[in-house]
Nanobody, 126 residues
Framework: QVQLVESGGGLVQAGESLRLSCAAS????????VGWFRQAPGKEREFVAH????????YYIDSVKGRFTISRDNAKNTVYLQMNNLKPEDTAIYYC???????????????????WGQGTQVTVSS
């Protein structure tokens, strides 16, 4: 069982940065791959970024490539999403989610993920 808690959201102006954290409970967090998703009002939840359980591979949607960086520190049971040069269209609730490394997952599909955090609000003003 894994519990996830996001933090680090807030209100910023366009061009500024935020770093989101996803803190996990459980001794085997290093066996879980993690994704960040976001959901804007009236829209479906959208895949943003992914890091494999060992941290060797990362993936991003095109709209955040070059601006967002996902990373993990397994010693701290934490995954981060560094968001630079934020834009108003990045405004959403951001969720982290995890699945065990043995899962045959489609990283952009919410149904591949077994555990979800409660979300943290990111608002970017123009």
């Amino acid at each position: 069982q894994v519990q996830l808690v996001e933090s680090g959201g807030g209100l910023v102006q366009a061009g500024e940065s935020l770093r989101l954290s996803c803190a996990a409970s459980g001794r085997t967090f290093s066996s879980y791959s993690v994704g960040w998703f976001r959901q804007a009002p009236g829209k479906e939840r959208e895949f943003v970024a992914h890091v494999t359980w060992i941290g060797a591979n990362t993936y991003y949607i095109d709209s955040v490539k070059g601006r967002f960086t996902i990373s993990r520190d397994n010693a701290k049971n934490t995954v981060y999403l560094q968001m630079n040069n934020l834009k108003p269209e990045d405004t959403a609730i951001y969720y982290c989610a995890a699945y065990h490394r043995s899962t045959l997952a489609v990283i952009g599909n919410t149904r591949s993920y077994d555990y979800w955090g409660q979300g943290t609000q990111v608002t970017v003003s123009s």
